[in-house]
Each structure stands twice: as structure tokens, then as C-alpha cells.
């Protein structure tokens, strides 16, 4: 999970009543943002659950990814690379940009 926000609350609720979640790696700008979040959900899930310091390591060895941040433009659009049976999920959104992931993600 990339963002731990309002929309990943939603988007994570949503998620589990469709796939079985079997683990909960989550990053966010705010590390104890994140980590509450991981906690919270993880709990909730019965479901092992960790922080990761970047989105890069957030997604590495997963099934599932989602990106629930404003981050524009999206993190993970800086990378072209598509997993096999990727879906990708986008909606426009209106209002200022948030600040962005760092570069190297």
C-alpha cells in the first residue's frame, strides 16, 4: 500500500472483501502515519503487517499493489514497467499537487 490515507482506509476495506490479503506492507510521507495504519489494519486483517521506508520497497514481492496518494505524477508511473495481469486503476483529481515521493522511486 502506497499511502496511508482516507482513500487507502476505503480502498483497503474494499480490497479485502474481494481478495484474500495475506500480508500488509505499507509507506507513506509520514512514517508514523504509515505505521499506525500497518498496525491498525494488520490487526484488523489477522494479517502480518510492516512499514517500508519507500515505495520501491513497499512493492517488491507483492500480488496486489495499490497507490492511494496524491502524489502527482503518480509513484508508480515514474517506472513503465507493467507486472503480468496488472490492472491500473486511475481517477483525475482536482486541487494542488501534494508533495511528491522523492525522485529515486
Known amino acids: 500500500?502506497?499511502?496511508?490515507?482516507?482513500?487507502?482506509?476505503?480502498?483497503?476495506?474494499?480490497?479485502?472483501?474481494?481478495?484474500?490479503v495475506r500480508s500488509l506492507t505499507v509507506c507513506d510521507l509520514d512514517a508514523g502515519r504509515a505505521a499506525a495504519f500497518?498496525?491498525?489494519?494488520?490487526?484488523?486483517?489477522?494479517?502480518?503487517?510492516?512499514?517500508?521506508?519507500?515505495?520501491?520497497a513497499a512493492v517488491r514481492d507483492t500480488a496486489i499493489v495499490v497507490t492511494a496518494t496524491w502524489?502527482?505524477?503518480?509513484a508508480a508511473?515514474?517506472?513503465?514497467?507493467?507486472?503480468r495481469n496488472a490492472r491500473h486503476l486511475a481517477r483525475r483529481r482536482?486541487?494542488?499537487?501534494?508533495?511528491?515521493w522523492a525522485p529515486t522511486c
Open 77 to 83: 508511473a515514474r517506472r513503465r514497467r507493467r507486472a
Open 38 to 56: 500497518a498496525a491498525r489494519h494488520g490487526d484488523r486483517l489477522g494479517v502480518p503487517a510492516s512499514v517500508a521506508p519507500d515505495p520501491r
Open 1 to 20: 500500500m502506497v499511502g496511508a490515507g482516507a482513500q487507502a482506509e476505503l480502498v483497503l476495506r474494499g480490497l479485502a472483501e474481494l481478495r484474500p
Open 71 to 74: 502524489a502527482a505524477p503518480p
Open 94 to 100: 482536482r486541487g494542488p499537487a501534494r508533495p511528491n
